[in-house]
């Protein structure tokens, strides 16, 4: 059974920092291309962040340049989004996804490009 399950979302201090996990199982994620993604209230859901299965590559939405950083550890079959300089505006509910034939660039701004995605993990950041 196909699964992604984020953790270490919690409540943070403006200026502050967290890591998030995205485990994944059923699946081998190092063939995957990876996203982080995110849904404050009353807002849509935007993309944070993505990497291809490839090469590697990265990329974010500017909101979240030079503060964010994805990676992922293969051997664990995880991926990682660090934040730090958390500001209130990053408050919102995170979402890790994954899909076997997304473009990263192309599905950071297109969720529907990824089939797999987590159930998702709460970022408050207070002023």
């Known amino acids: 059974q196909v699964r992604l399950v984020e953790s270490g979302g919690g409540l943070v201090q403006s200026g502050g920092s967290l890591r998030l996990s995205c485990a994944a199982s059923?699946?081998?994620?190092?063939?995957?291309?990876i996203g982080w993604f995110r849904q404050a209230p009353g807002k849509e859901r935007e993309g944070v962040s993505s990497m291809g299965n490839s090469d590697g590559s990265t990329y974010y939405a500017d909101s979240v340049k030079g503060r964010f950083t994805i990676s992922r550890d293969n051997a664990k079959n995880t991926m990682y989004l660090q934040m730090n300089s958390l500001t209130p505006e990053d408050t919102a509910v995170y979402y890790c996804?994954?899909?076997?034939?997304?473009?990263?660039?192309?599905?950071?701004?297109?969720?529907?490009?990824?089939?797999?995605w987590g159930e998702g993990t709460q970022v408050t950041v207070s002023s």
């Open positions: 059923g699946f081998t994620l190092n063939y995957y291309g």
């Open positions: 996804a994954a899909d076997r034939w997304a473009d990263p660039l192309v599905a950071l701004t297109l969720p529907d490009e990824y089939d797999y």
